[in-house]
T-cell receptor
Framework: GAVVSQHPSWVICKSGTSVKIECRSLDFQATTMFWYRQFPKQSLMLMATSNEGSKATYEQGVEKDKFLINHASLTLSTLTVTSAHPEDSSFYIC??????????????FGPGTRLTVL | GDSVTQMEGPVTLSEEAFLTINCTYTATGYPSLFWYVQYPGEGLQLLLKATKADDKGSNKGFEATYRKETTSFHLEKGSVQVSDSAVYFCALSHSGYSTLTFGKGTMLLVSP
């Protein structure tokens, strides 16, 4: 099956610094990737849809300048949390669609990145 | 807009008990339906899916049937194991659209 990886799996940073999280599709080319945020004991909140070679589409209420998304290749999307603050601490999960699975909008999820901002 | 409603948890069962986690949805047309499972500290894994009415998705002893008349996709397993303890998410998506709509998740706790 399709595999999606994330790096790092966890990160601790100081308030005010920036953190980059990578999401890679390992065995397929993903034209579309998604970034989610998950708070403890809650569901996933879609932050943005990332399309290769174009600007990301952000969900309402998500700050574009704070959560920078780059989808520079068909196998890599990055999320950069700029000037991180403690309230940005969360579990960030990416997913990717396999365009080879025509007609089924199945997403393959990465293992997640636990961000803690001190 | 689309929405997915799941029963609130946690669902607490003894090993070998029968499991049902209810999921109903509101959507136009004929969405695809999914169950994802999230083990502690991990991302989501697709458990099973169904793409049209009356389809039954199954995997690892879990089953769910796409019921258009009741707009439901209930997850069932005949005999749960301790290793099934996780959070289960019901979700839907439409052909031609990328995004998934998730339910809030149901935590399952299985004791020996």
């Amino acid at each position: 099956g399709a595999v999606v990886s994330q790096h790092p799996s966890w990160v601790i940073c100081k308030s005010g610094t920036s953190v980059k999280i990578e999401c890679r599709s390992l065995d397929f080319q993903a034209t579309t990737m998604f970034w989610y945020r998950q708070f403890p004991k809650q569901s996933l909140m879609l932050m943005a849809t990332s399309n290769e070679g174009s600007k990301a589409t952000y969900e309402q209420g998500v700050e574009k300048d704070k959560f920078l998304i780059n989808h520079a290749s068909l196998t890599l999307s990055t999320l950069t949390v700029t000037s991180a603050h403690p309230e940005d601490s969360s579990f960030y999960i990416c997913s990717a669609r396999d365009p080879g699975l025509a007609g089924v909008n199945e997403q393959f999820f990465g293992p997640g990145t636990r961000l803690t901002v001190l | 807009g689309d929405s997915v409603t799941q029963m609130e948890g946690p669902v607490t069962l003894s090993e070998e008990a029968f499991l049902t986690i209810n999921c109903t949805y509101t959507a136009t047309g004929y969405p695809s339906l999914f169950w994802y499972v999230q083990y502690p500290g991990e991302g989501l894994q697709l458990l099973l899916k169904a793409t049209k009415a009356d389809d039954k998705g199954s995997n690892k002893g879990f089953e769910a049937t796409y019921r258009k008349e009741t707009t439901s996709f209930h997850l069932e397993k005949g005999s749960v194991q301790v290793s099934d303890s996780a959070v289960y998410f019901c979700a839907l998506s439409h052909s031609g659209y990328s995004t998934l709509t998730f339910g809030k998740g149901t935590m399952l706790l299985v004791s020996p």
